[in-house]
């Protein structure tokens, strides 16, 4: 298994252009997260989803979106990058059989400017 | 609301000295305990977990914790640490009731093993 495989490794945007970022997984795993990694801030969550169909907002959804077509895939949408923005970007996933346990793509480094 | 804090931003050790990392949460419902472990330019591992039964808990690499309910810690320990454990380590909660699995997480502490 590959596991949690994100896309691309390392961005730079300039400041209004928009991207997607890229989450898979193959374990089967109901729930996926994205999380963005500031210095001394720890991870804080962006989105989640439940499974297919099911997105609801984390503790900074502001200038982001999800989708979830599909149970593998869960990509965040950067519409009109600011450099807030910058930040490493983590996609997880989990199932409910885990309590909780979560595992990790590699991230993804965004850099506006 | 759940909150972690953990109380060391930078922990400096020689190797195979133990270390202990510090973890206190605020929390009005039940919850389980994590410690994940992040080398850098990686994504994050689990080394442990709390969900029930035995305070004290063994995880990976010869990392334990202990549960402490009455001081609401969870504090993680190494009695003799390597120059490959340095990384960045996270404590985090998640509600026994939340269906979604949602994770909270401290701020992090850097473990740096010196030779």
């Known amino acids: 298994n590959a596991g949690v495989t994100q896309t691309p490794k390392f961005r730079i945007l300039k400041i209004g252009q928009s991207m997607t970022l890229q989450c898979a997984q193959d374990?089967?795993?109901?729930?996926m997260y994205w999380y963005r990694q500031d210095p001394g801030m720890g991870l804080k969550l962006i989105y989640y989803?439940?499974?297919?169909?099911?997105?609801d907002k984390g503790e900074v959804p502001n200038g982001y979106n999800v989708s979830r077509s599909t149970t593998e895939d869960f990509p965040l949408r950067l519409e009109l990058a600011a450099p807030s923005q910058t930040s490493v970007y983590f996609c997880?996933?989990?199932?409910?059989?885990?309590?909780?346990?979560?595992?990790f793509g590699p991230g993804t480094r965004l850099t506006v400017t | 609301a759940q909150s972690v804090t953990q109380l060391d931003s930078q922990v400096p050790v020689f190797e195979e000295a133990p270390v202990e990392l510090r973890c206190n949460y605020s929390?009005?419902?039940?919850?389980?305990l994590f410690w994940y472990v992040q080398y850098p330019n990686q994504g994050l591992q689990l080394l442990l977990k709390?969900?029930?039964?035995?305070?004290l808990v063994k995880g990976i690499n010869g990392f334990e914790a202990e549960f402490n309910k009455s001081q609401t810690s969870f504090h993680l320990r190494k009695p003799s640490v390597h120059i490959s454990d340095t990384a960045e380590y996270f404590c985090?909660?998640?509600?026994?009731?939340?269906?979604?699995?949602?994770?909270?997480f401290g701020q992090g502490t850097e473990l740096s093993v010196k030779p």
């Open positions: 997880a996933s989990s199932t409910p059989g885990l309590a909780g346990e979560q595992y």
């Open positions: 374990m089967n795993h109901n729930y």
């Open positions: 989803s439940v499974g297919a169909g099911i997105t």
């Open positions: 929390s009005s419902v039940s919850v389980y």
């Open positions: 709390y969900l029930s039964g035995s305070t």
């Open positions: 985090a909660v998640s509600e026994v009731r939340d269906q979604g699995g949602k994770l909270i």
